[in-house]
T-cell receptor, first 107, second 113 residues
Framework: KNEVEQSPQNLTAQEGEFITINCSYSVGISALHWLQQHPGGGIVSLFMLSSGKKKHGRLIATINIQEKHSSLHITASHPRDSAVYICAVGSARQLTFGSGTQLTVLP | DAGVIQSPRHEVTEMGQEVTLRCKPISGHNSLFWYRQTMMRGLELLIYFNNNVPIDDSGMPEDRFSAKMPNASFSTLKIQPSEPRDSAVYFC???????????FGQGTRLTVV
């Protein structure tokens, strides 16, 4: 069993739809990171959170420490949101990565 | 700040050649990480520096891989000799400290033929 599991692996949505990507982990963590990787390959850090909820524009990340679960939500999705979203847990010193969720938003 | 800067963006080399990847972290960040991303294994931490000192290199796959950080603004990852299985995207990231957000560079796509 992987220490960090993401679901779904692939997700196709229509523009405007509300999207949820889930991340479950089995290790103790100091923080959970959500990363975005575009087709060009660059990785962007979206959120780092250790409790509660964070919001940035149309993106919302939540974490439930007791349940060892986090969700990344995208409201009013847009084709430019198409990317791979990666959940990673741990400290910056030792991040354990999920396998990523490939999101495709169709116009 | 321009963010974490990696060079080159793409590198194609022949098996057996030496390859050097370069990274300039964000100014003021005291932690630097080298990651490798492959289709089979996803993202893996290779080595972690704190205040220019290698702290954890347990992820470095073999003696063919070496990393240095001669000063706070520059790091290199060297592969000598390179092999086709080293083909991957290599990311450098930096952060202010141990439990702070890591910022990634654009990556270097290495192809060893």
């Amino acid at each position: 069993k992987n220490e960090v599991e993401q679901s779904p692996q692939n997700l196709t949505a229509q523009e405007g739809e509300f999207i949820t990507i889930n991340c479950s982990y089995s290790v103790g963590i100091s923080a959970l990171h959500w990363l975005q990787q575009h087709p060009g390959g660059g990785i962007v850090s979206l959120f780092m959170l250790s409790s509660g909820k964070k919001k940035h524009g149309r993106l919302i990340a939540t974490i439930n420490i007791q349940e060892k679960h986090s969700s990344l939500h995208i409201t009013a999705s847009h084709p430019r949101d198409s990317a791979v979203y990666i959940c990673a847990v741990g400290s910056a010193r030792q991040l354990t990565f999920g396998s990523g969720t490939q999101l495709t938003v169709l116009p | 700040d321009a963010g974490v800067i990696q060079s080159p963006r793409h590198e194609v080399t022949e098996m057996g050649q030496e390859v050097t990847l370069r990274c300039k972290p964000i100014s003021g960040h005291n932690s630097l990480f080298w990651y490798r991303q492959t289709m089979m294994r996803g993202l893996e931490l290779l080595i972690y520096f704190n205040n220019n000192v290698p702290i954890d290199d347990s992820g470095m796959p073999e003696d063919r891989f070496s990393a240095k950080m001669p000063n706070a603004s520059f790091s290199t990852l060297k592969i000598q000799p390179s092999e086709p299985r080293d083909s991957a995207v290599y990311f450098c990231a930096s952060s202010e400290g141990r439990n702070t957000e890591a910022f990634f560079g654009q990556g270097t796509r290495l192809t060893v033929v």
